[in-house]
């Protein structure tokens, strides 16, 4: 220090510093957060708080007050109450909901061997099942968590059921209600069916709830209900389930939520929708099949103003191939947050909330499960693709695939027409056949990706084992990982076809397809047959790569996709009606 710049301390540092704090108290972080309450608030804070920590203790104090069946029915279960009331008013997220029901199962699991089985103790009964030809399971698999932690006894037969066996099981197994769930468009006309056939053996005594995401209320509220001659219902969730419930056994438990009803808007997906954070592409799995006129594939001889391109790329090799050696969280960038965080995790905006607010929120407290989610399955997914380009030609609505020679016909899509609009095809993109014989085919190219079946195996254990909100974030994670798998390998599509002119530099913007060119799942409405996987089994060969179709057209496992992939500039998605 120079001789100018000299300066005294004339106070000490120490003393100053803690006169500063000599009125902030300091803060306990160990505190009992039951300390002061009774046996029963102890309880009902364990449900809805979630927290499982001294359980046990408190339910054996509970225990010197109230038998184990009091304890159930007049503690626990008016705490899921609360929990149900607080999710009704957007005051509680479903995650959260599904840890209070952990604790609820925890504690439900160790009054059991204290108590002997009483006639009538339960609220009610109900048998669930997904419908014949369905392997999804998720929303089922939420409505058992949420009913039987709310005091109902759930009967959950599986996925894949026929009607058969839904019957003899509900009247084997003494069920007041039959619960049908699926995913599929065919799964609406599987239940309509499935009405039919109890009004011919006269079982439609039996009142039936009915959810999925291709259901509308409308369809069953108006269209099913007329041909049913008893009483069924919709259920647009697992709370609408519980409140159901409650009504057809006699009880108002689940009435609590019927604010979920009033909930914002949705997308076509069932997701809500936000437009200041980033517009999310329609999604490309393969469950989401439209119902579609067969007339609609009838070529009329007026076609989209859809013009063929001048230069087609030439294929970058003939046939299939496959990759299997991926950087995952290199993929995990790929994630759409918004699909991962507000469509299969469920965390939505409060009302009264800004999405500016809601987006930190999730900044702060989802991102942080989204990362370590990441490191916990970086061992279970399995990343695995096939892909291929073939040469091709359209022919009315049909798009033909060619062998090595580009004149021979291997297989032949049929895909449906608009009826008005710009009558777009999708066999428009492509050269028409007489195009290709002068000039030479068009090049198409398919890919199918997976992320493995361990995912799906640790899904069921954390179910089974009443780790319900872990299994709701696997499943998620699983689920959204495939689609990542396919943005990206879309991208690489678009590289060696040599149409990556307009690749975005903002990675979220591939989630509403701004770039050169489309993919199609099948079982979207240009698309919309599950059964064409068949023939992309047959060009593509994924079998070597674990995949497998089930006898409704269905990737198994689940956590796969599939898609058709298009060069032409003006291909983007577009809805047949």
């Known amino acids: ?38 046996p029963e608030d102890r309880l009902k804070k364990h ?43 957007g005051k509680m997220q479903l995650p959260f909901v599904l840890q209070s029901a952990e604790v609820m199962k925890a504690a439900v699991r160790y009054l059991e061997p204290m108590m002997e089985k009483v006639e009538g103790s339960e609220k009610g009964s109900i048998l669930l099942a997904t419908v014949a030809g369905d392997v999804h399971d998720i ?59 109890m009004n011919e053996r006269n079982l439609s005594h039996f009142p039936v709830i009915l959810g999925g995401a ?26 609408e389930g519980l ?19 009033d909930q914002a808007p949705v997308n076509d997906t069932g997701r809500e929708f936000d437009e200041e954070a980033y517009t999310e592409t329609p999604r490309v799995r393969s469950h989401r099949v439209g119902v579609v006129d067969p007339e609609l594939y009838v070529f009329s001889g007026v076609r989209s103003d859809v013009e063929p391109v001048q230069e087609v790329p030439p294929l970058p090799f003939y046939g299939a191939r496959k990759f299997t050696k991926f950087d995952l969280f290199e993929l995990y960038k790929f994630i759409n947050p918004i699909a991962l965080f507000r469509g299969q995790w469920q965390f939505r905006r409060p009302e009264g909330s800004t999405n500016a607010e809601f987006n930190q929120w999730l900044a702060d407290e989802v991102e942080p499960i989204f990362q370590t989610m990441q490191r916990e399955l970086a061992t279970v997914l399995q990343p ?42 999708l066999s428009d993109f492509f050269r028409p056949i007489e195009v290709a014989r002068e000039h030479g085919p068009d090049t198409v190219g398919f890919h199918i990706v997976t992320v493995g079946e361990e995912v799906s195996k640790l ?25 990542a798998l396919a943005e990206y390998w879309h991208k690489q599509i678009r590289t060696e076809l040599g149409i990556d002119d307009q690749e975005p530099e903002d990675r979220r913007l591939l989630f509403s397809a701004k770039y050169h060119g489309a993919r199609y799942s099948f079982g979207y409405p240009a698309c919309p047959n599950l059964e064409d996987q068949a023939q992309l089994f047959r060009l593509l060969e994924p079998e070597e790569i674990g995949i497998t179709l089930s006898e409704e057209f269905m990737l198994v496992p689940e956590q796969s996709t599939s898609a058709i992939i298009v060069h032409h500039p003006e291909a983007k998605y577009f809805n047949i009606r």
């Not at 499982?52 to 007050?65: F, N, P, Y």
């Open 1 to 38: 220090m120079s001789g100018t710049d000299e300066r005294t301390c004339t106070y000490d540092p120490l003393i100053a510093l803690m006169a500063k704090f000599e009125n902030v108290k300091a803060t306990n972080t160990s505190a009992d957060p039951f300390e002061g309450l009774g």
């Open 47 to 89: 449900i809805v708080d979630g927290v499982k920590k001294s359980l046990e203790t408190h339910l054996e104090d509970a225990l010197q007050t109230y038998t184990p069946l009091q304890i159930i029915n007049d503690i626990l279960l008016d705490g899921m109450k609360t929990v149900g009331e607080l999710f009704g008013a």
């Open 139 to 197: 929303g089922k698999n939420l409505v058992d968590i949420i009913l039987s932690n709310n005091g109902y006894r759930v009967e959950n037969i599986g996925i894949k059921q026929p009607v058969n066996t839904i019957l003899d099981e509900a009247q084997k197994r003494k069920c007041q209600v039959i619960g049908l769930s699926g995913l599929l468009v065919k799964s609406t006309l599987i239940m309509r069916d499935n009405l039919l056939e």
């Open 214 to 239: 291709a259901l509308t209320r409308g369809y069953v509220e108006e269209d099913l209900r007329e041909i049913y001659d008893g009483r069924v219902f919709y259920a647009q969730d697992a709370f």
């Open 243 to 261: 409140r159901l419930m409650g009504e057809l056994c006699g009880e108002d438990a689940g009435k609590a939520a019927t604010a979920v009803l």
């Open 384 to 425: 695995k693709v096939k892909w291929g380009y073939f040469p091709c030609a359209s022919d009315g609505n049909d798009l033909i695939i060619f062998a090595e020679d580009g004149e021979t016909e291997r297989e032949r899509f049929r895909f449906p027409r608009q009826r008005d609009l710009r009558r777009q095809c």
């Open 459 to 483: 899904e069921k254990e954390l179910f089974a084992n009443g780790d319900f909100q872990q299994y709701l974030y696997v499943h998620g994670m699983g689920v959204e990982t495939a689609e």
